[in-house]
Protein backbone atom coordinates (compact mmCIF):
# COMPACT_ATOMS: atom_id res chain seq x y z
CA UNK A 1 0.00 0.00 0.00
CA UNK A 2 2.63 2.63 -1.13
CA UNK A 3 0.61 6.16 -0.87
CA UNK A 4 1.91 9.16 -2.90
CA UNK A 5 1.73 12.14 -1.45
CA UNK A 6 1.01 15.07 -3.97
CA UNK A 7 1.65 18.07 -3.09
CA UNK A 8 1.48 21.81 -4.19
CA UNK A 9 4.54 23.20 -4.83
CA UNK A 10 3.59 26.84 -4.70
CA UNK A 11 2.19 26.06 -1.20
CA UNK A 12 5.04 24.26 0.18
CA UNK A 13 7.22 27.32 -0.76
CA UNK A 14 4.86 29.74 0.65
CA UNK A 15 5.37 27.71 3.74
CA UNK A 16 8.63 27.23 3.63
CA UNK A 17 10.77 29.91 2.12
CA UNK A 18 14.53 28.96 0.60
CA UNK A 19 16.74 29.95 3.88
CA UNK A 20 13.81 27.65 6.33
CA UNK A 21 14.21 25.10 3.04
CA UNK A 22 17.65 24.65 3.18
CA UNK A 23 17.15 24.36 6.63
CA UNK A 24 14.92 21.69 6.62
CA UNK A 25 16.60 20.22 3.65
CA UNK A 26 19.57 19.40 6.37
CA UNK A 27 17.52 18.60 9.04
CA UNK A 28 15.90 15.77 6.69
CA UNK A 29 18.91 14.71 5.43
CA UNK A 30 20.15 13.87 8.89
CA UNK A 31 16.61 11.87 10.13
CA UNK A 32 15.20 10.48 7.73
CA UNK A 33 17.38 7.40 8.33
CA UNK A 34 16.77 6.80 12.07
CA UNK A 35 13.01 7.71 12.20
CA UNK A 36 12.59 5.77 8.86
CA UNK A 37 14.52 2.87 10.64
CA UNK A 38 12.82 3.22 14.10
CA UNK A 39 8.90 2.97 12.25
CA UNK A 40 10.20 0.41 10.12
CA UNK A 41 10.67 -1.92 13.86
CA UNK A 42 7.35 -0.57 15.21
CA UNK A 43 5.30 -1.58 12.09
CA UNK A 44 7.95 -4.02 10.62
CA UNK A 45 6.87 -2.94 6.80
CA UNK A 46 9.66 -1.09 5.36
CA UNK A 47 7.32 0.49 2.56
CA UNK A 48 4.83 1.27 5.19
CA UNK A 49 7.56 2.53 7.00
CA UNK A 50 8.71 5.04 4.42
CA UNK A 51 5.42 5.92 3.79
CA UNK A 52 4.08 7.02 7.46
CA UNK A 53 8.14 9.23 7.72
CA UNK A 54 7.54 10.50 4.49
CA UNK A 55 4.12 11.81 5.64
CA UNK A 56 5.64 12.72 9.29
CA UNK A 57 8.28 15.49 7.65
CA UNK A 58 5.69 16.63 5.14
CA UNK A 59 4.00 17.57 8.13
CA UNK A 60 7.09 19.09 9.46
CA UNK A 61 7.82 21.27 6.21
CA UNK A 62 4.29 22.41 6.01
CA UNK A 63 4.31 23.71 9.72
CA UNK A 64 8.29 24.45 9.76
CA UNK A 65 8.26 27.60 11.10
CA UNK A 66 6.48 26.32 14.28
CA UNK A 67 8.60 23.02 14.29
CA UNK A 68 11.84 24.35 13.28
CA UNK A 69 11.82 26.28 16.60
CA UNK A 70 11.73 23.28 18.90
CA UNK A 71 14.57 22.54 20.90
CA UNK A 72 14.56 19.13 18.87
CA UNK A 73 12.37 18.87 15.83
CA UNK A 74 13.09 15.35 15.34
CA UNK A 75 11.42 14.45 18.65
CA UNK A 76 7.98 16.14 16.71
CA UNK A 77 8.94 14.20 13.43
CA UNK A 78 9.19 10.96 15.15
CA UNK A 79 6.21 11.33 17.52
CA UNK A 80 3.83 12.30 14.14
CA UNK A 81 5.67 9.28 12.59
CA UNK A 82 4.59 6.97 15.31
CA UNK A 83 0.99 8.33 16.04
CA UNK A 84 0.34 7.31 12.37
CA UNK A 85 1.78 4.31 12.56
CA UNK A 86 -0.33 3.40 15.41
CA UNK A 87 -3.45 4.95 13.68
CA UNK A 88 -2.74 2.83 11.00
CA UNK A 89 -2.51 -0.32 12.60
CA UNK A 90 -5.38 0.23 14.57
CA UNK A 91 -7.60 0.87 11.43
CA UNK A 92 -6.41 -3.04 10.12
CA UNK A 93 -2.70 -1.90 8.40
CA UNK A 94 -1.88 -5.46 9.73
CA UNK A 95 -4.43 -7.57 7.42
CA UNK A 96 -2.62 -5.55 4.21
CA UNK A 97 0.84 -6.02 5.04
CA UNK A 98 0.02 -9.72 5.93
CA UNK A 99 -1.63 -10.48 2.56
CA UNK A 100 0.91 -8.18 0.78
CA UNK A 101 3.75 -10.72 2.11
CA UNK A 102 2.46 -13.64 0.93
CA UNK A 103 3.36 -12.53 -2.55
CA UNK A 104 6.43 -14.48 -3.55
CA UNK A 105 8.79 -11.77 -3.85
CA UNK A 106 12.55 -11.82 -6.05
CA UNK A 107 14.47 -10.52 -2.50
CA UNK A 108 16.76 -11.85 -0.42
CA UNK A 109 15.14 -12.33 3.11
CA UNK A 110 16.39 -10.66 6.38
CA UNK A 111 18.67 -12.98 8.54
CA UNK A 112 16.79 -15.78 11.02
CA UNK A 113 17.59 -13.75 14.11
CA UNK A 114 16.07 -10.40 12.47
CA UNK A 115 12.99 -12.43 11.53
CA UNK A 116 12.63 -13.61 15.44
CA UNK A 117 13.87 -10.18 17.02
CA UNK A 118 10.86 -9.02 14.35
CA UNK A 119 7.99 -12.13 15.67
CA UNK A 120 9.36 -11.11 19.57
CA UNK A 121 9.02 -7.29 19.05
CA UNK A 122 5.70 -7.57 17.53
CA UNK A 123 4.28 -9.73 20.50
CA UNK A 124 5.54 -7.25 23.28
CA UNK A 125 2.68 -4.60 24.93
CA UNK A 126 2.70 -1.79 22.70
CA UNK A 127 4.75 0.47 25.24
CA UNK A 128 6.95 -1.65 25.97
CA UNK A 129 7.62 -2.21 22.26
CA UNK A 130 7.81 1.53 22.02
CA UNK A 131 10.12 1.68 24.72
CA UNK A 132 12.55 -0.83 23.14
CA UNK A 133 12.85 0.39 20.21
CA UNK A 134 13.27 3.89 21.01
CA UNK A 135 16.10 2.69 24.02
CA UNK A 136 18.10 0.50 21.31
CA UNK A 137 17.50 1.21 17.84
CA UNK A 138 16.99 5.24 18.46
CA UNK A 139 19.52 5.18 20.69
CA UNK A 140 17.55 7.58 23.14
CA UNK A 141 17.81 7.65 27.32
CA UNK A 142 14.99 7.06 29.63
CA UNK A 143 14.41 10.79 30.38
CA UNK A 144 14.21 11.67 26.59
CA UNK A 145 11.36 8.57 26.10
CA UNK A 146 9.77 10.00 29.06
CA UNK A 147 9.53 13.24 27.84
CA UNK A 148 8.71 11.90 24.26
CA UNK A 149 5.75 10.29 25.79
CA UNK A 150 5.13 12.73 28.79
CA UNK A 151 5.60 9.83 31.68
CA UNK A 152 7.89 9.69 34.58
CA UNK A 153 11.15 8.24 33.89
CA UNK A 154 10.37 5.22 36.26
CA UNK A 155 7.85 4.35 33.91
CA UNK A 156 10.22 3.73 31.31
CA UNK A 157 12.62 2.09 33.27
CA UNK A 158 9.66 -0.33 34.64
CA UNK A 159 8.57 -0.52 30.58
CA UNK A 160 12.22 -1.63 29.01
CA UNK A 161 12.50 -3.84 32.09
CA UNK A 162 9.32 -5.43 31.53
CA UNK A 163 10.08 -5.36 27.52
CA UNK A 164 13.62 -7.02 28.02
CA UNK A 165 12.40 -9.41 30.48
CA UNK A 166 9.26 -10.30 27.50
CA UNK A 167 11.59 -9.93 25.03
CA UNK A 168 14.27 -12.79 26.85
CA UNK A 169 11.24 -14.99 27.17
CA UNK A 170 10.54 -15.05 23.49
CA UNK A 171 14.18 -15.20 22.37
CA UNK A 172 14.84 -17.47 24.50
CA UNK A 173 16.63 -21.06 22.95
CA UNK A 174 15.47 -24.56 24.64
CA UNK A 175 18.78 -26.62 24.73
CA UNK A 176 16.77 -30.10 24.73
CA UNK A 177 15.40 -28.79 21.37
CA UNK A 178 18.50 -27.68 20.18
CA UNK A 179 19.91 -31.18 20.94
CA UNK A 180 17.54 -33.30 19.34
Do not use: C
Not at 83 to 93: D, E, K, P, Y
Not at 143 to 161: G, H, M, N, P, Y
Amino acid sequence: MAASIAVDAAALDRASPTDDRAEFNAFYASNIGPITAQIRAYTGDPAEAEDLVAEAFLRALTRWKTVGTYDNPAVWVRRVAWNLATSRLRRGAFIRTFLRRQRVADVEGPEPDRIDLERALAGLNERHRKAIILHYIAGLSGAEIADQERVAESTVRTWLARGRAALAERLRIDDTKEQR
